[in-house]
């Protein structure tokens, strides 16, 4: 019988770059020599420094950082105050007189009524709505724009909150959100929703609400002129239905 030769596999050793035989005596003795030992104590050593650096480094980072953005934000106000100062000494600012309830513009010689929104100055003075030698971006409307507030779009109602706060405002209870369901049983006045005391409502009878009143007061007609024992099984037979609606209400939370 014909054998093949096989081929000893090897062990690749990562802290002494060496190759040996890739077997357990062969891998103990070369781990317990001193020249393995000392490679691996030289591998966790700058594996320590290199961990030790990096935190150094990182430190360092930050505090770079730290330092470049509070110099950028020093900067940043630096540059608003010299660009608000410019802007003050080319445009000059709008002072209020309390006494006249006007403000004035020293900078241009210019008065400005917020009231009638007029200006008062120039050669000779008199007051105009345009005056032409104040700059357009120095007007008192330019520099100082009123707050606008945001309109609603057409056929965008107010909002639910301020319903029902106009409503609690004026005395009238709200509706209950769920008082058009339930047919022509849902009852159209009384409490919606039962013990939570959500509110009142007062709605109108439905064309079939009225007609199903029409068709009991057709039958009561009627049953005044049938037999004794017909008219008292009418009865017995509108008091159960009464009882039936009654407990159905009562237990929906209706009543």
């Known amino acids: ?113 917020s009231g009638s929104k007029m200006y008062y100055g120039g050669d000779p003075p008199d007051w105009t709505a345009s005056p032409a030698t104040l700059p357009h971006a120095a007007r008192f409307e330019v520099m100082y724009p009123p707050l606008t507030r945001p309109r609603p779009t057409p056929g965008q109602g107010p909002p639910a909150a301020a319903s ?3 409503a609690r405002a004026s005395g009238r209870a709200a509706a209950h959100p769920l008082s058009g369901l339930g047919g022509y049983a849902m009852p159209s006045v009384g409490r919606i929703g039962g013990a939570k ?35 008292e099984a009418l009865a017995r037979r509108e008091a159960a239905r009464a009882r039936v609606q009654q407990r159905t209400m009562s237990a929906f939370g209706l009543q």
């Open 1 to 113: 019988m014909t054998e093949f030769w096989v081929s000893q596999a090897n062990h690749w050793c990562e802290y002494c770059k060496v190759w040996l035989k890739d077997t357990a005596q062969s891998r103990a003795v070369h781990e317990k020599g001193i020249k393995h030992q000392e490679n691996v104590a030289k591998r966790l050593s700058a594996m320590r420094r290199k961990a030790v650096d990096e935190k150094a480094a990182a430190v360092q980072t930050a505090k770079t950082m730290k330092a470049i953005e509070e110099e950028a934000a020093a900067q940043f106000a630096r540059d608003r105050a010299e660009a608000a100062a410019h802007r003050a000494a080319s445009l000059g600012e709008w002072v209020l007189n309390h006494e006249t309830g006007q403000h004035y513009n020293a900078q241009h010689r210019w008065y400005y009524d």
């Open 164 to 166: 029902a706060a106009g």
């Open 197 to 231: 005391g959500v509110g009142r409502v007062e709605a109108k009878a439905t064309d079939a609400q009225r007609k199903h009143a029409d068709k009991l007061k057709a039958k009561k007609a009627i049953g005044k002129d049938l037999p004794k024992q017909e008219q």
